[in-house]
């Protein structure tokens, strides 16, 4: 049972032809979304460009899902919003971003899920892979209650 978003990253993986961790690359889910990575001090949306802050690897992927949620999922500029809508938008890509880098449909190919195979796999840092699994294990906690 997949939640709303999970339906959302499942099928808009599945439709760039992403279907594996090794297919999780900035490269190449930009390239296939027709985005422009570009580099800068601080990270942001713009048009059709991804504006990354660089870091490490694993850094900069992080902040590619939360940046890509905004421009598939919010509109507008959030120079002109409401400060609690602007909170709003951010808790929504924070959120994306944990299950668009690390989705629960590949989660579920490992025969055992822990944070360092998910580091090692989705390129994400520790503390990320921590809060993911902690997500994913309450899903299934979740789901496995209600049998």
């Known amino acids: 049972m997949y939640t709303h ?4 990253i499942r099928e808009l ?3 760039i032809k992403v279907h594996s961790p090794p297919d ?22 713009f048009g059709n460009e991804i504006i990354l802050q660089p870091g490490t690897e694993q850094q900069e992927w992080q902040l590619f899902g939360h940046e890509l949620c905004h421009y598939l999922r919010h509109a ?5 919003m409401h400060p609690l809508f602007i909170d709003l938008q951010e808790y929504q890509a924070n ?3 944990y299950h668009f880098c690390v989705p ?9 899920v822990n944070h360092y ?4 796999n989705f390129n994400v840092e520790e503390g990320f892979a921590l809060r993911r699994i902690e ?13």
């Open 135 to 147: 997500m994913y294990e309450r899903k299934m906690l979740l789901a496995w209650s209600r049998c």
């Open 76 to 80: 507008g500029t959030q120079l002109l």
């Open 117 to 120: 195979e998910i580091m090692e």
């Open 24 to 45: 999780l690359t900035i490269e190449n889910v930009a390239s296939k979304l027709k985005l422009e990575v570009v580099y800068r001090r601080k990270s942001y949306r």
């Open 13 to 15: 993986l599945s439709t």
């Open 104 to 112: 629960t449909f590949m989660l579920e190919q490992f025969k055992e």
């Open 95 to 97: 959120y994306f971003a």
């Open 5 to 8: 978003l999970e339906d959302y």
